[in-house]
C-alpha cells in the first residue's frame, strides 16, 4: 500500500502528520544486493530495498510504502524507459 503524508490538527491545537492510503497495489519488493546497494548509496542518501510496481501517476519520494507489517521511505520514483509502465522505487526500510 503507497501512503502519502497528511496533517491534521489535535485536541491541543497542535499539527500532526499521519499518512492515508494513496493506492493499493501489486509490487515486489527487493533487497539491494553488495553492489547494487552501494552503487544506490552514491545515487541516493541511504536506499536499501527496490520496489517495483506498475506505474502510477502521482507517486512521489514524499510518501511511502506499507508492505506486510514494515515500512518503507521512498527515496526515489523512476519512470522505467519514460513509458508509464513500470515504476521503480528506491526506499529505506524504516527501523
Given amino acids: 500500500m503507497i ?20 493506492a493499493d497495489a501489486w509490487a ?4 539491494l544486493t553488495g553492489r547494487e546497494y ?14 517495483r510496481m506498475r506505474h502510477l501517476d502521482g507517486v512521489t519520494h514524499r510518501m511511502r510504502v506499507a508492505w506486510d507489517g514494515r515500512i518503507f521511505e521512498i527515496e526515489s ?5 519514460e513509458r508509464k509502465r513500470e515504476l521503480v522505487l528506491m526506499c529505506t526500510e524504516s527501523v
Fill in 3 to 22: 501512503e502519502a503524508p497528511a496533517e491534521s490538527q489535535a485536541a491541543d491545537g497542535s499539527i500532526v502528520q499521519t499518512w492515508s492510503t494513496f
Fill in 28 to 31: 515486489s519488493v527487493e533487497p
Fill in 38 to 51: 552501494f552503487s544506490a548509496q552514491r545515487e541516493q542518501a541511504s536506499a536499501s530495498d527496490r520496489i
Fill in 77 to 81: 520514483v523512476a519512470n522505467v524507459d
